[in-house]
Every structure is written in C-alpha cells, then in structure tokens.
C-alpha cells in the first residue's frame, strides 16, 4: 500500500497491484526463503496468490500515507533498502514509545521510583512486543499514538484540565481512528471514563466503583464474540456466519460453513505445520 502511494501518488483500488512490484516481491520472498514456511511455490501458480499483497484498500490510511514519504526518497531501490527504511520508521516509533511509557510510568509510580524504569526496560526487552513493533505494520504507530493518549489521559486525571492535555488527548485519539480500527473501542470508552471522572472527581466517592461494577458486567458483551466460529479466519467477509445450525449435523447441532469462493485457516505453528503437509486431517 505505501509502496503504491509513493509511485503512484494515489491510494491503489480494490483488486489494484503493480505487476511489476509483485514480481520483485516474489523474488524477494524465494531471496529470503519465505517459500520454506510455507505450502506454495511461486514457480507452480500462473497467478500471484491474494497474500502476497494482503488486501489494505480497506484499512485507515493514515499509517501508510506517512510511510509512503520515507518510500519517495528511495525509489528505483531494491526492495531490501526500502524495506529497511520502513523498519527504521517503526524503530523511530518503538523509540518514541519507550519514551511515553517512562513518563507514563513516572505519573503511575513517581519520578524515581525503580518500577518505573523496570517497566520500559520490560517492554524494551520483551521479545514479542520488541518484533511487533520493529515490523512494517501500522501496529506501531497506533501503538504509540494509545500510549500518548493513555499518557494525556492520565495527566488530565492526576492534574486537572488543561488545554496542552486536552489537545493531546483529543489528537491522538484522532490520529489513532485513522491509523487502525483496534483502538476505536479502548479510545472511545476511554474519552467517555476520562470526562466522567474529570466532572464528577470531587463529588461522588462512589462512581469509580460504579464504574468498574459496570466494566465487570459489561466486559464479556465487549469481549467474546457469539455465533460465529471459534478461532478461525476468513479469507474474506461473509454475510452468512461460519457456525451455522443443521439438523443432519453429524456431531451436535452445528455444522462449519465455509462459503463459496471462501475459505478459512487456523495459524498454525511451522514445527508443527511441516509433518501434516499431504496427509489426510480431520477438521475439529
């Protein structure tokens, strides 16, 4: 997506690619021995395959709008140094947020107490979080971008109003909106919690218990996701749901509907994916 936008100078359409790009990232992909995870051959398909550029058009656009810029400086490049310059970016990210999270951890702990570098130092250290974050995602922008808002959040709370705060808030909570759908829920809960607790601070002793009885009862709704099937993915949205009632159904009163054209996969890890490759499994 920020490749297109920085050669291109505009957002590609649904099903829209560069086949010149998508032969050079082929390449890259065997250069790199991305084939030996997975069950494909980029000799044996006409066709270049719907992953090897995930379909983006849909996401915010924000995150990729700004790494098409870095992308502009580097064009006619091989797709390793841009590759590189992307991941500097959301090093430049990551770097940013460890510094959110020291101020942060000052507001929760004070200015030298030891859990306050404990704690960056953990996220600074924490391999899973330390991959995310250095990757080429829109994850790490909306990563930061919830920490400063958590960060103006906090200060709001502990400080009273202000106006540097207020905008700060109100920014990254935008920013956020724009860059990746995961934080709208946390933000918009967030904003309602914050303005709550700002007018009612000095007169009701009871509403931060109100409240959290309230998250308590209202948590699973949020949390879990009912009627569809468990775990898997789509290749695609489906208007019909996956776990689908049939009276013939062999086990129970559920069958799992794969749509037409569709199909569904489960991640499942290489040192286990390996062995099975052409054997007959059954699907649970």
Known sequence: ????????????????????????????????????????????????PGWVLAPQVLDPQLYYALASLPLRLFKNTSLDLQNRALRLLSLGFFLIFLWISWELGGEFFGAEHPLRTITTAFLALLPGFVNEMTAISNEPPVTLLFAIFLLAGVRLLRHGFSWQNFLLLVTSAIAGYYTKNTVWISVGVLTVLIFLFLSFRRRLSWLPWALILSMVVLLPLLVFQWGDARYWSRNEPAETQTRQFNENAPFGDYVLLVPYHGALWQRIPVELLKPLRAKTLTLG
């Open 1 to 48: 997506m920020a490749w297109f936008i920085a050669n291109h100078d505009r957002r590609p359409e649904w099903g829209e690619y560069d086949d010149a790009m998508q032969v050079e990232l082929i390449e890259s992909f065997a250069d790199h021995h991305l084939f030996d995870y997975i069950n494909y051959s980029p000799d044996s398909d006409e066709e270049i």
